[in-house]
């Protein structure tokens, strides 16, 4: 069984770096795509972006300039970083698989999840809640 | 981006009653490969959302078979054929057309 889990702070001060780290148990990273959302209190869910094995990434172009996300494949995690953080990145924050079926290609010139057949985001972690604030 | 809606925001509902929660997209969602780029999730209360339904009406693995999704290019509709007291929660529908993804807004099922 495909098991997510996300770690890191609770607790992040405005201005600083929030990290977060996403431990893939029951897969390998080496497969599928991996995915970063979250949802403010109260709210709906945000995308923030993708990550493959290779290290090729995409963003939500409202969050590009502050986001990092890297990829360990010999510890089957992926990681988030946010810069400058403020108030309004406080949020749950969840780590999601984009499962694909890698032997079917169906757009060769795609480098996300839609170069594959798709399955949707099928697993997600329990979340974890970040609060900025000093 | 791709902008998307759902009707009705709030929808109480009775057990063994069908049910249906509509999506509405900016842009069609209907790629050139055939397959539209939709999908369903449910968030029940304090729990992590899940996949129902992917690429416009494939179930999930394990998704009962009561939930069912439809549509094409921009209007797609999930329908619960009897709703069970397990069903509620927020259902969003999402495209995975284009990047970003993005969410409708949620549906609120509960129970009348």
């Known amino acids: ?134 | 981006d791709i902008v998307m809606t759902q009707s009705p925001v709030s929808l109480p509902v009775t057990p063994g009653e069908p049910a249906s929660i509509s999506c509405r997209c900016s842009q069609s969602l209907l790629h050139s490969n055939g397959y539209n780029y939709l999908d369903w999730y449910l968030q029940k209360p304090g729990q992590s959302p899940q996949l129902l339904i992917y690429l416009g009406s494939n179930r999930a693995s394990g998704v009962p078979d009561r939930f069912s999704g439809s549509g094409s290019g921009t209007d797609f509709t999930l329908t619960i054929s009897r709703v069970e007291a397990e069903d509620v929660g927020i259902y969003y529908c999402m495209q995975a057309l284009q990047t970003p993804t993005t969410f409708g807004p949620g549906t609120t099922v509960d129970i009348k």
């Open chain 1, 1 to 134: 069984q495909v098991q997510l889990q996300e770690s890191g702070p609770g607790l992040v001060k405005p201005s600083e770096t929030l990290s977060l780290t996403c431990s893939v148990s029951g897969d390998s990273i080496t497969k599928h795509f991996w995915s970063w959302i979250r949802q403010p209190p109260g709210k709906g869910l945000e995308w923030i972006g993708h990550i493959y094995h290779t290290g090729r990434s995409n963003f939500n172009p409202s969050l590009r300039s502050r986001v990092t996300i890297s990829v360990d494949t010999s510890r089957d995690q992926f990681s988030l970083k946010l810069r400058s953080v403020t108030a309004a990145d406080t949020a749950v924050y969840y780590c999601a698989r984009v499962a694909v079926d890698e032997d079917i290609v169906l757009e060769p010139a795609d480098m996300g999840p839609n170069r594959y057949y798709y399955y949707g985001m099928d697993v997600w972690g329990q979340g974890t809640t970040v609060t900025v604030s000093s």
